[in-house]
């Protein structure tokens, strides 16, 4: 079930500041957790290096997102980062935002969870 009140802003491709394949393995895990509780975000956005788990095959993250987006959350990856790193045609869930969506988003949204 989407739970319209909660936004989810993913700010990293990995969870912590550890090492790299921990932090992978934990936001898969997080991500899977958050699937599996039937509350998941009704918007999810992805900030800087977080847009690798919407734009690059072999995502940890990617399968998972399919099924947050296929069960009815909004999946947005900020245009700017998308850029930045040169990955705006490997979009490959959701679609471009941009920061006035993700500021207001921030404010409408009662609660905002950020990883």
Sequence with gaps: MVN???LLVIRSAVLGDGEPDLGEKLIHSLLTQLLESGKIPARVICMN???FLTTTAGSPALEILKQFGQAG????SCA???QYYGRQDRLLVGA???MADTVSAMLDFE???QI
């Design 4 to 6: 319209k009140n909660l």
């Design 49 to 51: 290096s977080g847009v």
């Design 73 to 76: 959350t909004e999946i947005f």
């Design 80 to 82: 700017t980062c998308l």
């Design 96 to 98: 471009p935002g941009n």
């Design 111 to 113: 609660k905002v969870l």
